[in-house]
């Protein structure tokens, strides 16, 4: 069995179902190309995917059968991060979902390598490093999992208006950084 455990099922959400299946709602979009898909995995996946293959996103419906998403917190060339509910923890974490293009999963492979290097380094959380919890691959797409943190750089320096932080605030950071 894929997934040994069932912690969460997304009765709630309003679910999407792969084109084809006699529970579809989805109806094909004519621009999504199948690319270097074998027929089974593009019917697979559309009606999941995107035209750019990037994961359409279903607030409330399970990942997994584990993570609940529940807010967008960015988008990007590889993909999107959403704020998730970990249904085997209880915490909120960020989960990056990964365009399902083979160039995307390589690149999302040796990110994981190399977190996993990082994390194996800072097994008493001294380094100021996000750590990731968790690697799996949901409907074609790379997922990873991370503690959730506050804002990031780029949102702190567009909530300044983009003016630069006061000397305080940078000597403050720094102190932060070097504990």
Same mark, same amino acid.
């Given at each position: 069995m894929r997934y040994p455990k069932i912690y969460f099922l997304g009765l709630q959400a309003?679910?999407?179902f792969p084109a084809g299946t006699p529970f579809s709602s989805v109806?094909?979009?004519?621009?999504f190309s199948a690319g270097d898909y074998d027929f089974k995995s593009a019917q697979q996946l559309i009606?999941? $995917? *995107?035209?750019?293959?990037?994961?359409i996103?279903?607030?409330n419906d399970h990942i997994a059968y584990r993570y609940e998403p529940i807010g967008l917190l960015?988008?990007?060339s590889f993909g999107q991060v959403v704020r998730a509910i970990d249904h085997a923890t209880g915490n909120q974490i960020a989960l990056k979902i990964i365009r399902n293009e083979t160039r995307f999963a390589r690149q999302a492979a040796e990110e994981i390598k190399i977190l996993e290097t990082?994390?194996?380094q800072d097994m $008493? *959380?001294?380094n100021n490093v996000i750590h990731l919890l968790d690697h799996f691959t949901f409907r074609g797409h790379v997922c990873m999992t991370f503690e959730l943190l506050s804002i990031n750089l780029y949102e702190l320096i567009h909530r300044n208006r983009f003016k630069g932080f006061s000397c305080a605030l940078i000597i403050f950071s720094i102190n932060i950084l070097a504990l």
């Open positions: 309003r679910k999407r109806v094909s979009d004519p621009s009606g999941f $995917d *995107d035209p750019q293959a990037s994961y996103v279903t607030f960015g988008k990007g990082l994390r194996n $008493d *959380d001294s």
